[in-house]
């Protein structure tokens, strides 16, 4: 008989997300506003810099932290863009966003640590943190339009924290922090040590304004996670970038060095051509999406859901209204079953999540207007 695996595992389940995805995936008909996957395909000039990679068989390892031109121009590319200050010594190319996550609290977090998270939250942090011994403390922020305060922060700190998790704009419910209220969570954080692991993947789908970084107030404290999957629509490509100061990184080198060696060879070769030659291939998805958004946005209001407009990303964390008794699980099945669309139940990114639904607007203009139609449809058959 074999010997037991690590116990954390057992408390630790698929992703929500995913496993009511594969739940509806077999509906015929079904309208999916599930997953956060751009309905763009990348650049083609990003895909002829794949291309010519594989016919140059550039397909050998590379530096582990990646190729030395990819990290110089990620350098340059998030300091024109974030004003970040990161060198190309201070960068490390991963396997995605999740796997940049994965490093920086393995790096940083040992048995007992807490680690803050603002809840919603996408639910990528909690299992890494749980089976590295730390403690998730979650803080509440339905009650402050999906926003961390100040006075919330605060509360939450103790002795043990060593970290906080902040990833804006946020996914599931697409609001962001300017930067008056960066600095104020950041007056909170100064002196205390506490590392903020800020999660940066939609920076460049911000809506109204510019993106800040809370690195420009925190430079020492803070880790950033960055990548090109929602940018420049290469979520298959998946390449990360983790940045933190020198002295940081290289400890978090070592992680991702015994973890993947490097990412793909191909794969960094499109990355560089998106950083120099593809720094504007955003805003026609990021238009888009802008259009999209008020266009769902006017939609649920007429239906009688409660939302927060969203400042960037593509998601509405949508409140059911009060006549729904169904938590919002079941009527996302039922919705599932007799509308032919799919959401994701808001348990997924919450612990208040059963009032709530998370709905992607990272489809066609023409997909969601069907889908409003349907849901419009259900509503009026519940009520």
């Known amino acids: 008989m074999l010997k037991p695996i690590r116990p954390e595992l057992a408390e630790i389940q698929i992703s929500g997300i995913r496993r009511f995805n594969t739940r509806v995936s077999g509906i015929s ?4 506003l599930t997953l956060g996957e751009p309905d763009f395909y990348t650049p083609e000039h990003i895909k002829q810099a794949a291309i010519e990679a594989i016919h140059e068989n550039f397909t050998n390892y590379t530096n582990n932290a990646g190729m030395p031109e990819l990290l110089r121009a990620a350098s340059d590319y998030f300091n024109e863009k974030y004003q970040l200050g990161f060198s190309e010594e201070e960068i490390i190319t991963t396997v995605g966003a999740t796997e940049a996550i994965a490093v920086a609290l393995e790096a940083i977090l040992s048995a007992g640590d807490e680690v803050i998270l603002p809840d919603p939250i996408y639910p990528g942090y909690e299992p890494i943190i749980r089976l590295l011994g730390a403690i998730p403390v979650k803080v509440d922020t339905t009650t402050s339009g999906f926003k961390l305060t100040p006075e919330q922060l605060k509360n939450a700190i103790s002795e043990k924290t060593k970290a906080l998790i902040l990833p804006y704009p946020s996914n599931p419910t697409g609001v962001s922090l300017e930067e008056a209220e960066l600095a104020a969570l950041a007056s909170v954080l100064e002196e205390t040590g506490i590392y903020v692991v800020a999660d940066e993947i939609y920076s460049e789908l911000h809506y109204e304004s510019a993106h800040v970084s809370i690195r420009k107030f925190l430079p020492q404290q803070t880790i950033v996670i960055n990548g090109l999957s929602k940018s420049h629509a290469m979520i298959g490509f998946r390449i ?7 002295s940081l990184l290289q ?10 060696t490097c990412a ?26 802008k259009t999209r958004a008020g266009f769902v946005e006017q939609r649920l209001l007429k239906m009688g859901f409660e939302i ?24 996302a099945v039922r919705l599932a079953e007799e509308a ?36 419009k449809n259900f509503m009026d058959q519940s009520n």
């Not at 008909?29 to 999916?32: A, L, R, S």
């Open 340 to 375: 032919k669309v799919a959401v994701v139940p808001g348990e997924a990114f919450s612990e208040k999540g059963e009032r709530y639904f998370r709905l992607s607007y990272a489809a066609s203009f023409d997909e969601l207007a069907e889908a409003m139609e349907r849901i």
């Open 29 to 32: 008909d079904m309208i999916k």
């Open 308 to 331: 927060i407009p969203p400042d960037g990303a593509f998601y509405f964390f949508v409140k059911l209204p009060d006549f729904v008794q169904e938590n919002a699980f079941d009527w």
């Open 240 to 246: 990360g970038f983790l940045m933190a100061e020198k």
């Open 251 to 260: 400890e978090m080198l070592k992680v991702h060095q015994y973890t993947v």
């Open 264 to 289: 793909s060879s191909i794969s960094q070769k499109a990355a560089l051509e998106a950083v120099t030659n593809g720094k504007e291939d955003c805003l026609p998805m990021r238009t888009e999406y």
